[in-house]
């Protein structure tokens, strides 16, 4: 910056004048103090600048109140934030000599924020009630005597209102004027000026005489009025007499513009303070619009102090005594209060007449308030009022936020600060203000553009108006002699908008749109007389804008105003580009101000006028109402942007009705479809009648209006004309953008764009003419059509296409006397007869022609979902012609895109005919199994087909996927139980209707069910859990189903008894071979009968105690049978009685010798697992559903090709479900699952890479529960897990469990086979491909082995090797359970050998355990280093066996724990060659006590259970192998180690 700085204006300090162009930084301390602030605008006042930044903030420098900073210390020379109007989006700043102006856009409407109770500055109510003996005083406008500032909540609740009274005061002058008195004797209002209330130094006090003639004057000839229809018409004759007062005055009269048109519905603002010449009504009469009081005034005079009393004497407002004059002068607190109080006094907030009967129409959106201009209230009255008519909309426009974040917003308001001396602050007194404040008459008034004079300001609104306020000393504010300190309506040219303004020292200048589109431009203000011959000789200034002879200059864009001098910006108009922009602009802005006057002159009177007909009409008509004013409110906002296009660099391309045509596309289509619905449903003739006599009052209105200008036209298609008006527009915008783009090269993408943008807009204008036509098409039939059915067929939206009236169109196989009537609609084709009619939804309706054989020589077949039959045309024309028009009704209804004309060239194409497979929604009405069920989704040909949910009335649902009609497929299925008052709910897959297949049912009792399905019922395997825990009887069954009931294999968990049965059963009931086992070790096998234990069986207590025998009830002996003691004494005999409970014996007790005892032992033990389910019968059913899902019926019969491709199919479908599922799959699955596309192939001979290929693809499919093999490992760990865990978990099981792992490895290796033909069977061997090349020593021999696991050269094919690394690791923690719990007492003496030997260091140990003395290490290496064993040392020698024989518990599989064994000898013998430095050979003598020490030092802690383990299920063929060898060895280490004991 540079120039003068006397007062920090440059922001530079201490300077007076800054001669150089000087950078200003700007930072903001809060976010960054970094980064500058970038700067959108600057405005300089005399001595302040302010700075508008990129983030809508304004940033303050210089001297003085104007800054709008919290701060006493001036000059202020580093810019600082106006803190007041943080947070808001402040759109433009302007600066007068000394103030500021700020355009703000207003808040998002809170509706329901509260108001706060009190005044945050002076804690008085803000809204207040007295109550007087026959009237309320209802009050809500709270005046803040602390004026100053104006807290952020309260102004932008519009709670507490800014003071805006209408009386003005004079610039010098001390004089009052009386108010002139007309013939009927009542006040009228021309502007009053009170005593000389201008704000200097101390004495702001005016004579108390002044005042109180002024108020008698005024107060005296108000009548009282009984009702409210009496004061409507004091208010008409008010009026009337008051615009003949105006127009005397030469000025225009102002009722036809009124102020509050678009005062935005906040229920609790009060409504915005108009002012103009017609305003000064005083407080006599207070508004009706919730103004601060309405006191009884009697006929005769009242003396003003009585007021002023009344006023300190109201209970409810104690902050607002005024002291009466100088006489009192304790109730002041300084000239600027007492100022404030006068202003209250005088000129209440009152509204101009006009918006006084305009809010009377619009009763719905005020509070409770007095009605009229009421001077005496009575209750009744108020009850009268308080009935708010509840059906009245009120026009604001409904904002699109899109719109308003595309264009300039038109909901702006306008905060001023500064020093107020000439009224320039706009809140009607001459106050300064130091903070930034709400001019409340500018709210709604759309204002888009501020500009400050010397001491007067200007603020342009989207309606082309120019309201101007502050000093007129040269008639710079374009209307009366006197200044004003509220904005009024400054005439600038009756007939033409004021487009731009520019504001000098003391002179203002208006850009006005011409007829010709050129901008005339206009001065107000200082006129010296040199000053050339265009305008008249008068030395004080013009008092009416003078046309300035511009014309000659041409297309001026943008004027600005210094101190006596102005520019104007003028473009070349090359090629009429420049007109044609003008042109839009111009006619854009007309356009805006006509659809306003529509609005508020036709509109919102005719939403007020009472009996409009039924409410559908009424909310048609509001849906018209709503939509009109969005249109309005875009047309402002793009008039508004235009402007100021205009001003910038006229851009083709930048231009918002290309930029963003959809906004105006969109815009004008919704208003034609809510205007032609209102047609459709004979809202023009339903208005008729009740609107007639307001149409008959303003028939010269609503022709100008609608541009009609012949006398014999009805009203109501004047009117119909009107609401058609702003279509007519669209053509317009064709027009002008046509005209644009012959500017442009035919090359260039302007043109490419201004052309198709203009054809865009004559299709969306040609195709709205055509849906006025339809509408008014289907408007004439429902006039002709029967009564009865016009009622329940008419809809708004419904169009007519075509019907048959004619009898061109009949139905096949009719009766002789039967009427059929067609009648196709835009979304429904209608079968009428005599008295009722069928409606079929055109979405759910498929049409195709007969072919010439069927005999319909011109027949249609309609097919909907519960009907087909076939229609017979009587011409081949009319067959074409009915099938045409149906399929383009049906695409239509499909696409839902009626109303849109199709945009750009490409979907232009119609398509011939309606896809066949389509989603749609209806409602059956006949079909007996979906009667009123309502179906929303995918169909073909009639049918539901695809996905879809399907609801019926009693709340039942499904959703899922249909098939030809039928739920098939995956489906979720909810049945509502209203006795539980819960729900059944099934998950799982369909076939033809029923459940069928996997799936999950839960059921509303708490019973879940998962597994198998057939025919809606349990069939297969599956499980079912019964209540939970907390539950009365939880419980588990998992096994196999036939019909709903349990049948087979199955495994019942009954957790209340603690106990477990796993057995056979049939329909529902334990029946056959079965094992119980208790919590309290209680074993059980043998037979059962209807859920009994019966006939033969063996029981076991925990203690070994044996009966053998016959049993008749659950734990009940009963018969024959043998009694074992744990010593092995036994009682045979007769048993009778509950096990537990005592049992009589008839019997032989045998005491058998010693050395009998320890063969007979076993032999009890060996009989267990006779009489249970051998393993290979179980599960079979998980089998069975495994061989299905590859296409085999049986195990083993079938077709590979054709398995695999089931395989492929359950792949991909599952993946399908899984993508539409909300889980979805991890990478690793989706990896996998592509891996396992591919199939391995074998070609030749089998070899071991053969083998490793389907190894590794059986380890990828396992993975994965969406492989057949996958979900057959997942149930059978399920299974084996839900048997022996918890109660299962009982020793004498293992053998059944180990029993049961090798029937699955059995078993899925057949299905591998089956799989994999080429692979051999088991144990056969796969010769090698090559022999191996790393030889080495064999341990117990010297000959070299090519492979340390096998006795000859080859690799054995066995189920075990192939499957139990897959299959172990998942059962490994059950099972390893159970052989721990069986070793237990082994182990306890084998763990005690250990922790007694393991406190021997190494040397004793070695010693103790005989190796000799030459494998015993000396030194050991240690970190690298080199230390001598000493007698000490402990855990030292043969670490490194130690730490690999204990990895042997963290493998899973036999053949791993020997690989671990293996290891550990191979590390023990590079440990002793390493400390004897030669070669030798192992004998098993020496080898043993050295393995015994590492086993030792090993501390395994169930090391027979592994040992055990490793017996039970190593490959057979290794046990004579060199692995086997080793492992008899870890065996035996196992039981010395326990015999150590006892040495």
């Known amino acids: 910056m540079w120039g003068e700085n006397s007062a920090g204006q440059c922001a530079v300090a201490n300077q007076q004048y800054v001669p150089e162009p000087n950078p200003v930084s700007i930072s903001d301390s809060e976010t960054s103090s970094l980064l500058a602030v970038r700067i959108l605008q600057l405005a300089c006042g005399e001595e302040h600048t302010l700075a508008l930044s990129i983030s809508r903030e304004i940033w303050a420098w210089g001297t003085g109140c104007q800054l709008g900073l919290i701060t006493t210390t001036f000059p202020v020379t580093k810019p600082q934030k106006v803190e007041h109007l943080a947070g808001r989006v402040v759109l433009q700043v302007a600066c007068g000599a000394f103030h500021s102006l700020a355009l703000v856009q207003c808040l998002p409407s809170q509706d329901l924020k509260p108001v706060p109770e009190r ?21 809500d406008s709270h005046c803040c005597p602390l004026g100053v500032t104006l807290s952020e909540s309260q102004a932008e609740n519009q709670a507490s209102a800014a003071i805006s009274p209408s009386t003005e005061t004079l610039d010098n002058q001390g004089e009052v004027f009386e108010n002139t008195h007309v013939e009927n004797e009542l006040p009228v209002a021309t502007d009053v000026n009170v005593g000389n209330v201008q704000a200097t130094s101390g004495d702001a006090i005016s004579s108390q005489q002044d005042r109180e003639t002024t108020e008698i004057s005024s107060a005296r000839n ?17 009026s009337d007499c008051s615009v003949r007062e105006n127009s005397e005055n030469g000025e225009k009269p102002m009722p036809s513009q009124p102020l509050v048109e678009e005062a935005v519905p906040n229920l609790h603002s009060p409504p915005t303070t108009s002012t103009s010449a017609l305003n000064s009504l005083v407080v006599s009469c207070a508004s009706a619009v919730g103004v601060r009081v309405a006191a009884t005034y009697e006929a005769g005079a009242l003396s003003l102090k009585k007021v002023m009393n009344f006023y300190s004497t109201a209970p409810c407002e104690p902050g607002a005594q005024a002291g009466s004059g100088s006489v009192a002068p304790e109730g002041l607190k300084d000239s600027r209060e007492e100022q404030v109080k006068q202003e209250s006094m005088q000129g209440k907030k009152s509204s101009s007449l006009v918006d006084i009967r305009e809010e009377e129409s619009e009763g719905g959106s005020r509070r409770l308030s007095l009605p009229g201009l009421l001077s005496q209230v009575s209750p009744r009255l108020l009850r009268k009022a308080a009935r708010v008519k509840t059906r009245t909309v009120v026009l604001t426009p409904t904002y699109s936020g899109e719109a308003d974040a595309l264009l300039p917003s038109l909901r702006t308001e306008v905060w001023t600060w500064g020093k107020g001396k000439e009224g320039q602050l706009g809140h009607g007194d001459v106050l300064p203000r130091l903070q930034p404040l709400c001019v409340k008459c500018l709210d709604g008034k759309e204002v888009i553009y501020l500009e400050a004079g010397g001491y007067h300001s200007l603020a342009l609104t989207a309606k082309s108006q120019v309201y101007s306020w502050g000093s007129n000393t040269f008639g710079q504010l374009g209307h009366s002699d006197f200044p004003t300190t509220v904005p009024r309506l400054a005439k600038v040219n009756s007939e033409n908008g004021v487009w731009s303004v520019a504001a000098g020292q003391d002179y203002s200048l208006f850009l006005v749109d011409t007829e010709d589109f050129q901008p005339g431009l206009y001065y107000s203000g200082r006129q010296d007389p040199t000053e050339g011959d265009n305008l008249p000789e008068n030395h004080s200034g013009s008092k009416t804008p003078v046309l300035l002879s511009c014309s000659k200059l041409g297309y001026i864009s943008r004027v600005t105003a210094g101190k006596d001098c102005y520019l104007a910006l003028v473009d070349k108009n090359v090629m009429g580009y420049i007109a044609s922009l003008h042109e839009l602009a111009t006619t854009e802005r007309r356009f805006y101000s006509k659809l306003s006057d529509i609005k508020s002159h036709i509109l919102r009177p005719l939403l007020s006028l009472d009996n409009l007909g039924t409410a559908s009409t009424v909310q048609l008509l509001q849906e018209v109402a709503s939509r009109f004013s969005k249109l309005c409110y875009l047309i402002g906002q793009h008039g508004a942007a235009l402007s100021s296009f205009l001003h910038g660099i006229k851009e083709a391309r930048s231009l918002v009705i290309l930029k963003h045509a959809s906004l105006f596309l969109d815009s004008y289509t919704e208003y034609c479809t809510s205007i032609t619905n209102f047609l459709v449903m004979g809202g023009f003739q339903l208005l008729a009648k009740p609107a007639i006599d307001f149409l008959n009052k303003n028939q010269e209105l609503l022709q100008d209006l609608s541009e009609v200008n012949d006398e014999n036209i009805q009203l109501m298609e004047i009117l119909n004309t009107l609401f ?10 064709a027009k002008v953008l046509l005209k644009l783009a012959t500017c442009f090269e035919v090359t260039s993408p302007e043109y490419q764009k201004l052309q198709d943008s203009s054809s865009c807009y004559e299709s969306l204008a040609l195709h709205l003419g055509r849906k006025r036509k339809e509408a008014e098409y289907t408007l004439g039939f429902w ?39 067609f009648i196709l609609f835009n979304d429904a084709l209608v079968h009428a007869q005599f ?30 979902p519960e009907e087909q039959f076939t229609l017979i045309s009587s011409t081949p024309q009319e067959k074409t012609k009915w099938l045409r028009a149906i399929s383009q009704a049906v695409d239509q209804a499909l696409r839902g895109t009626s109303d849109l004309p199709p945009y750009g060239s490409g979907s232009s194409i119609q398509r011939q005919e309606p896809p066949i497979s389509r989603s749609a929604k209806y409602t059956f009405y006949k079909d007996p199994r979906l009667k009123d069920a309502t179906y929303d989704g995918r169909w073909l040909s009639g049918k539901p087909h695809g996905r879809g949910v399907l609801k019926w009335p009693d709340g039942k649902m499904y959703s899922g996927m249909f098939r030809n009609g039928l739920e ?52 297969g395997h599956g499980l079912l859990r019964s209540g939970k825990l907390t539950s009365s009887s939880p419980s588990m069954f998992i096994g196999q189903w036939v019909m709903d009931k349990k049948a087979g294999y199955g495994v019942f968990d009954d ?30 096998e043998g037979n059962f009968h209807l859920n009994k234990m019966m006939g033969n069986g063996v029981l076991l207590s925990e203690d070994d105690t044996i009966y053998e025998g016959e049993f008749s009830d659950d734990w009940t002996l009963s018969g024959k049978g043998t009694l074992t003691m744990p010593n092995g004494d036994y009682i045979e005999g007769h048993f009778s009685g509950e096990w537990g409970s005592g049992i009589k014996i008839t019997g032989t007790y045998f005491k058998p010798s010693l050395y009998e005892s320890d063969k007979d032992k076993p032999k009890v033990f060996r009989k267990l697992g006779n009489l249970a389910v051998s393993a290979d019968e179980k599960w079979k059913a998980v089998f069975d559903e495994c061989w299905h899902q590859l296409g085999c019926d049986n195990p083993g019969q079938g077709e590979v090709w054709k398995a695999w491709d089931n395989i492929a199919v359950a792949l991909t479908a599952s993946r399908r479900q899984h993508r539409d599922s909300p889980e979805t799959l991890s990478r690793s699955q989706t990896q996998t699952l592509e891996s396992l596309e591919f199939i391995p192939q074998h070609v030749g001979a089998f070899s071991v890479e053969k083998y490793d290929d389907i190894k590794k693809y059986l380890i990828k499919a396992c993975d994965t529960p969406l492989h057949p093999l996958g979900r057959l490992m997942e149930t059978l760990v399920a299974v084996y897990r839900m048997t022996y865990v918890g109660v299962g978990a009982n020793r004498r099981l293992l053998q059944e469990a180990v029993k049961e792992i090798k029937s699955y490895l059995k078993r899925i290796f057949q299905l591998v086979r089956f799989l994999f033909p080429e692979l051999p069977e088991e144990g056969s061997t796969i010769p090698l491909s090559a022999p191996l090349p790393t030889e080495r020593k064999s341990f117990c021999t010297g000959k070299s082995d090519s492979r340390s696991e096998s006795p000859e050269p080859g690799y054995v094919v066995t189920s075990s090797g192939l499957l139990l690394p897959v299959l172990l690791p998942r059962l490994y923690p059950p099972l390893f359970m159970l052989y721990a719990l069986d070793n237990d007492r082994e182990e306890d003496v084998y763990w005690e050998c250990v922790l007694r030997l393991n406190k021997q260091p190494d040397i004793a140990l070695l010693g103790f355990l005989g190796v000799q003395r030459k494998f015993w290490p000396v030194t050991l290496s240690i970190l690298g280093e080199s230390k001598k064993v000493l007698p000490t040392t402990k855990d030292a020698c043969f670490a490194s066996a130690v730490e690999c024989l204990q990895q042997i518990s963290t493998t899973f599989t036999p053949s791993d724990k020997l690989k671990v064994i293996q290891q550990t000898f191979e590390e023990i013998s590079q440990s002793v060659l390493a400390s004897l430095q030669e070669d030798f050979l192992w004998s098993m003598d020496d080898l043993f006590p050295v393995f015994l020490y590492v086993v030792l030092r090993a501390r395994i802690r169930n090391l027979g259970s592994e040992v055990h383990l ?32 006892l040495n």
């Open 119 to 139: 005044c945050n500055q002076c804690s008085q109510l803000l809204i207040t009630m007295t109550d007087k003996e026959d009237h309320v005083i209802i009050s």
């Open 222 to 238: 108000t009548p009282s009025y009984p009702d409210t229809q009496a004061v409507n018409e004091y208010m008409q004759t008010l």
């Open 724 to 733: 058609f008006l702003p279509i007519r527009r669209l053509h317009n915008y």
């Open 783 to 821: 006039k002709t059509f029967p009564g009865k059915m016009t009622d329940s067929l008419r809809k708004p939206e419904r169009r007519l296409l075509c019907e048959s009236s004619n009898r061109a169109l009949s139905l096949q196989h009719a009766g002789r006397f039967s009427v059929n009537w």
């Open 835 to 864: 008295s009722t009619h069928h409606v079929f939804p055109l979405a759910t309706l498929w049409a195709e022609p007969l072919s010439e054989e069927a005999g319909g020589v011109n027949g249609l077949k309609i097919t909907t």
């Open 968 to 1019: 098939d497929g995956y489906g979720e299925y909810r049945i509502p139980n209203k006795t539980l008052n819960k729900e059944d709910h099934y998950v799982g897959h369909w076939k033809e209707g029923k459940m069928c297949g996997q799936g999950v049912y839960s059921y509303a009792s708490g019973e879940v069910f998962e597994g198998c399905f057939q025919d809606n019922m349990r069939h």
């Open 1055 to 1084: 957790i209340t008894r603690g106990e477990k049965y796993m057995g056979m059963w049939q329909d529902d009931v334990c029946q056959g071979n079965g094992v119980v086992v208790t919590q309290f070790g209680l074993y059980y």
């Open 1510 to 1541: 490793i017996e039970d299920l190593m490959d057979p063929y290794l046990q004579h192998g060199e692995q086997g060898i080793m492992f008899t060895t870890l065996k035996a280490c196992y039981y010395q180690i326990q015999r150590e004991k």
